[in-house]
């Protein structure tokens, strides 16, 4: 076998985060470990699930996902994240061996009262994308840098990226990450969020693939 990737390189910059503290974490989809760390990126509270031992591996799954108070915590059917973060727990228990980056990037990166602003204007029929631009904001306003220097920090070797979105992929390896794969992580729609994921797929690039909901 051939030698692992090194993980930081002289092209990188320094890591801007700081693993500060770790504890377990079961939960109903298995046994993780949760780290927090001190982050000169952007200064938010982003965290780690991580299963089993990572540093060093090769193909190790990771989810990177950005927080949605509204699907994650209280169930919403307008988006399918909160379908996401319990498959990609799943998946990383059934692998054995995988992280889970919790970023705190709520409604692509603009904020929990401009996420609902941006529902107002969904309401009275703009798309999420244009819902976006009515407000000022770029179509996704999401940065992976923290990402990257947390997985960094974790001493991967390798990742395969449990995502649909190729930007994911493409900030990640251009901050020094090795993606030996992306892995598709496209769940049912409901009749509440066909719209939004036909726009993803649309105007956003997203890889994603359709049946209507029965």
């Known amino acids: 076998m051939g030698a692992l990737p090194k993980i930081t390189s002289p092209t990188l910059e320094p890591l801007r985060v700081r693993l500060v503290a770790m504890a377990d974490l079961p939960t109903r989809f298995g046994h993780f470990k949760i780290a927090s760390f001190a ?3 952007d200064g938010k509270d982003h965290v780690a699930l991580i299963k089993g031992d ?4 090769r193909n190790v799954r990771v989810r990177m996902h950005s927080e949605c108070l509204t699907g994650d915590a209280l169930g919403s059917l307008r988006c ?3 379908d996401q973060l319990e498959a990609a727990l799943a998946e990383i228990e059934r692998c054995g061996t995988g992280i889970l980056l919790y970023l705190r990037q ?3 990166g603009i904020g929990i009262a401009n996420k609902i602003r941006a529902y107002a204007l969904q309401d009275g029929g ?3 994308v244009d819902a976006n631009l009515a407000l000022g904001f770029r179509v996704d306003e999401r940065d992976y840098t923290a990402a990257a220097h947390m997985l960094r920090a974790l001493g991967v070797g390798s990742i395969a990226l449990l995502t649909n979105n190729p930007d994911k992929v493409r900030q990640l390896r251009r901050n020094g990450i090795v993606v ?3 892995l598709a992580h496209q769940l049912p729609s409901n009749p509440h969020n066909l719209a939004y994921l036909k726009t993803k797929a649309r105007r956003s690039g997203h890889r994603l693939r359709f049946e209507e909901p029965r």
């Open 54 to 57: 990572v540093r060093g591996a």
């Open 39 to 41: 982050n000169q990126v």
């Open 180 to 182: 030996a794969k992306r």
């Open 80 to 82: 399918d994240c909160r």
């Open 126 to 128: 703009l798309d999420t």
């Open 106 to 108: 709520e409604g692509r």
